[in-house]
């Protein structure tokens, strides 16, 4: 039973990850302006808006969520150290991610009919006060990825490499995932200077 749940968490998570991969480099493309992050959206859309696959996309953070909810009310000993926490904390977090992060989405979509796109990724990461809320949201979900994968490839991991131990390049993994995501903040946010927000985005911040 624990078997058929950790495999199922597995599966779904590896979709997930092929997906964040694509999202988070589209992500640093606002590195080069508003529109290279739009055009590229609007390039990989085709293939994770495909009916098929956004379902199964879709189908896959559904069940991420409930798999490592059920994980982790299963594993409530209170022995957890090292790795085996941080996989166990960043996934939690991932969850509450998602759904909020989901659930925004598809609001955007549906009720605001609006294109959810670079602007509406971070009209609340570049108003005051909803950065106060929005730079730790994203932040802990780009860094909570890494740990993540991070703390699994620490568990799992059995060779060195470049004469590294398994600890350390789980480490090393972290520590580029915190610089990726500054980073990443620094291009979502026109260098820490602010993007200004089109108008049809202005329900998103009270405009
Ligand atoms: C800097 C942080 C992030 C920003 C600004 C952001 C923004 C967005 C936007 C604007 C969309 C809508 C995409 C579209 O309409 O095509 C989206 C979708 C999505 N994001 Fe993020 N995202 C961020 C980080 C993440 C992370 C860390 C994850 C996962 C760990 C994630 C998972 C997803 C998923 C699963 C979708 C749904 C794709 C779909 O079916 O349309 N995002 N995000």
Not at 164 to 192: E, H, R, S
Request: with cysteine.
């Amino acid at each position: 039973m624990d078997h058929r749940l950790k495999s199922f968490h597995r599966i779904s998570g590896i979709t997930i990850a092929a997906f964040v991969a694509l999202h988070l480099f589209n992500h640093m493309l606002a590195l080069a302006g508003p529109e290279s992050h739009i055009a590229t959206m609007t390039l990989l859309r085709r293939f994770y808006r495909h009916p098929v696959a956004e379902t199964v996309l879709l189908l896959a953070v559904v069940n991420q969520v409930i798999t490592g909810i059920r994980l982790h009310k299963k594993d409530r000993s209170g022995q957890r150290r090292g790795w085996q926490a941080a996989q166990h904390w960043s996934g939690l977090y991932l969850a509450f991610f998602f759904v909020i992060h989901l659930g925004a989405v598809l609001v955007g979509r549906t009720v605001l009919q609006l294109d959810t796109n670079f602007y509406f990724g971070v009209a609340g990461l570049n108003t005051f006060p909803f950065a106060l809320f929005f730079v730790p949201y994203y932040a802990l979900a780009v860094i909570g990825f890494f740990v993540h994968v991070a703390s699994i490839h620490a568990r799992k991991m059995q060779r060195t490499v470049l004469g590294l131990p398994p600890d350390t390049q789980a480490k090393a993994m972290v520590f580029l995932g915190l610089c990726f995501t500054v980073v990443l903040l620094y291009g979502l946010t026109n260098g820490f200077t602010g993007v200004e927000i089109p108008p049809e985005y202005g329900v998103l911040i009270g405009k």
